[in-house]
């Protein structure tokens, strides 16, 4: 196949034109156009990619198995090998006074006394391993890259870290502990991590700030763009953002996608990983009425979606998991015995796609799905 270089400007177009059918003002691009970008056909095709989705995830009873117990699960990931990791707060619970005026954590009890990851087997359900008692306050965000790497957010600690693969301990550490912050050096409450292949990285930054910031693999500052804005969704512009709460990242298109929570939406934006001066344009938005809340998202690169799982407003009172196509169209929604989620955190997928996870904070579970 021929090479071809696509940068974000395109992508921009392909994503609004294949959404709404036309090319909006992000260029003058068409789908007319489309196919003298590429090279050949087989690289247009590819990116047009619309693979069927032929059934819903189905909940895979008794997983994970007796032994596994979890506290509210702020993150859930799956590694290479599909092993899953879930990151919870044991016996702590998020209450209306956790945290002070200013947003700084008020638990006189300090770190939280159990293991706040634990390893489970794929198949079996049960648990691997489990570590992390004395080092956390409020998890939320948990991330695995391809080498395996753990990135976890704590949101008390106002900080983001990386656990190398196969290591307890964290060997980078970014924010000033317990102190929240706006400026470069320190975060508010940050919310996920996303992992490009080059080691650059991405962080929510999250229930204060409202901004998304890109490292380098080193943890040097590179970009950032958003803001927080309460207003309505109506009002929103592309990059206000209303809590960004989780972010997935869909490297083969150079877009990074975040879950706008209290907006409902899903707004994605150039990574910058081909063109660093593309990083944090508007690329596309996906705003669907049955969303309410967006909790959290994750790209499959097998099927070319992404799973969406939602939360409840006056509006909307399903709670479910979305399958979403990149152009906006939701053509599955699932939960647990079709009876809908609690309150769910976070969402993850297998490598192979076969199996996606939910992990809730109210009730205190992960539930496994699977296509069949």
Known sequence: ???????CLVVANIFVTFAYGRSANYGKISIADLPRLFDDAA?????????????????????????????????????????????????????YN?????????????????????????????????????RF???????????????????????????????????LTLGVHLTPGSDDKHFCKPTDVAVASNGDFFVS?????????????????????????EGPVEAAGNADFFIPHS??????????????REHG?????????????????????????????????????????????NGQTYSVSEVLGFTVELSGNIVEKWSPDGLGFGMPHDVAVSPDGASIYVGEIRPDRVTKFRRV
């Not at 972010?247 to 706008?260: K, P, Q």
Request: with cysteine; proline share 4%.
């Open 265 to 309: 939406r899903i707004q994605c934006f150039c990574a910058g990983l081909k063109n660093a001066n593309e990083t944090g344009l508007f690329v596309s938005s996906i705003n669907k009425r049955e969303f309410g809340k967006v909790f959290a998202i994750s790209y499959d690169p097998n099927l070319d979606v992404i799973y969406a799982v």
């Open 137 to 171: 306050y409020m998890p939320h965000g948990l991330t695995i890259d391809k080498q395996g790497n753990l990135w976890v957010t704590d949101v008390g600690l106002h900080q983001v870290m990386k656990i190398p693969k196969g290591s307890h301990e964290p060997t």
């Open 247 to 260: 972010l997935t990242l869909i490297e083969s298109r150079d877009t990074i996608c975040v879950a706008d």
């Open 205 to 229: 930054d999250g229930y204060c700030n409202g901004r998304i910031m890109k490292f380098n693999k080193d943890g040097k500052l590179l970009h950032q763009w958003g803001r927080m804005f």
């Open 43 to 95: 690289l247009f095709d590819e990116v047009y990619d619309q693979r069927s989705v032929n059934s819903a995830p189905e909940m895979v009873p008794h997983w994970p198995g007796s032994d596994v117990k979890v506290g509210q699960v702020g993150g859930v990931a799956v590694d290479t090998n599909n092993e899953v990791v879930i990151f919870h707060r044991g016996s702590r619970k998020w209450e």
């Open 1 to 7: 196949m021929a090479a071809a270089i696509v940068t």
């Open 98 to 134: 956790s945290f002070d005026e200013n947003n700084r954590f008020i638990d006189p009890t300090g770190a939280i006394k159990e293991n706040t990851l634990v390893r489970v087997d794929q198949a079996t359900g049960h648990g691997i391993e489990s570590f992390g008692a004395g």
